[in-house]
């Protein structure tokens, strides 16, 4: 049993040089809670708009899942957070996972009781499935502390790859992964040619750019304003 792995920060390049100028504009705390799925991406977004900066978007999913062969039985399963890779549905007989991902997932911390978004690889391992991470073109694997149990680990060449997968997981990573970019993932999901099963809710989530941007024209305003107050000094 293969089982593929996808989680949608492989398609969202951030900087990887902190002396890179935007570098400070990613310096994103990453915790799967409401708060950090939902409500502080207005902040981060106003960070780039206040800057007259366009937002960052995926790229590069457009026919990603040409690249695969699947099984007459696979299916898809999905959900926001990665832990859910080793949900029991999708566990089940796996003995290699191969991980799309930004991120190796194979343990950078002491585990917890349960699987979580950044070590659920490890518990694969305990029952023996060969590991293998393809990160993105833009990511800096270096940047990556050492997994915690064998992995091979490489950028993902391109091009189609070897052998049949039997089972699917794709996340969205809305800790890492910005409701702006939404559209682009649901566009992904729906693009899978195989049968897709939710093993949470994944929604839209509510962010009103137009209300974003009408707060920067009102901020530019009040900046000008304050500039002529200091030109009749």
């Given at each position: 049993?293969?089982?593929?792995?996808?989680?949608f920060d492989f398609f969202f390049?951030?900087?990887?040089?902190?002396?890179?100028?935007?570098?400070?504009?990613?310096?994103?705390?990453?915790?799967?809670?409401?708060?950090?799925?939902?409500?502080?991406?207005?902040?981060?977004?106003?960070?780039?708009?206040?800057?007259?900066?366009?937002?960052?978007?995926?790229?590069?999913?457009?026919?990603?899942?040409?690249?695969?062969?699947?099984?007459?039985?696979?299916?898809?399963?999905?959900?926001?957070?990665?832990?859910?890779?080793?949900?029991?549905?999708?566990?089940?007989?796996?003995?290699?996972?191969?991980?799309?991902?930004?991120?190796?997932?194979?343990?950078?911390?002491?585990?917890?009781?349960?699987?979580?978004?950044?070590?659920?690889?490890?518990?694969?391992?305990?029952?023996?499935?060969?590991?293998?991470?393809?990160?993105?073109?833009?990511?800096?694997?270096?940047?990556?502390?050492?997994?915690?149990?064998?992995?091979?680990?490489?950028?993902?060449?391109?091009?189609?790859?070897?052998?049949?997968?039997?089972?699917?997981?794709?996340?969205?990573?809305?800790?890492?992964?910005?409701?702006?970019?939404?559209?682009?993932?649901?566009?992904?999901?729906?693009?899978?040619?195989?049968?897709?099963?939710?093993?949470?809710?994944?929604?839209?989530?509510?962010?009103?750019?137009?209300?974003?941007?009408?707060?920067?024209?009102?901020?530019?305003?009040?900046?000008?304003?304050?500039?002529?107050?200091?030109?009749?000094?």
């Open positions: 049993m293969r089982l593929l792995v996808v989680d390049p951030v900087p990887q040089d902190p002396k890179d100028p935007m570098a400070p504009l990613y310096a994103w705390a990453h915790f799967e809670t409401p708060y950090y799925l939902g409500e502080v991406w207005e902040e981060r977004a106003l960070a780039f708009l206040l800057r007259g900066l366009p937002l960052p978007q995926a790229r590069g999913w457009e026919g990603f899942w040409e690249r695969f062969a699947f099984a007459p039985e696979a299916r898809l399963y999905y959900a926001d957070s990665n832990a859910l890779a080793f949900h029991p549905d999708v566990r089940q007989g796996v003995r290699e996972v191969m991980l799309f991902d930004a991120h190796h997932d194979a343990g950078y911390r002491p585990l917890g009781e349960e699987p979580a978004c950044d070590d659920w690889m490890v518990y694969y391992a305990r029952q023996g499935a060969r590991l293998r991470v393809f990160y993105p073109s833009w990511r800096d694997p270096s940047l990556e502390p050492e997994p915690v149990v064998p992995v091979e680990r490489v950028k993902d060449p391109g091009g189609p790859v070897e052998g049949i997968f039997q089972r699917v997981f794709l996340c969205r990573s809305g800790a890492w992964v910005p409701p702006w970019a939404d559209e682009a993932f649901f566009a992904l999901l729906e693009a899978a040619p195989l049968p897709k099963v939710a093993l949470e809710a994944v929604a839209r989530r509510p962010l009103d750019l137009e209300g974003l941007r009408r707060r920067v024209q009102e901020e530019a305003f009040g900046l000008a304003f304050l500039e002529r107050l200091r030109g009749l000094r």
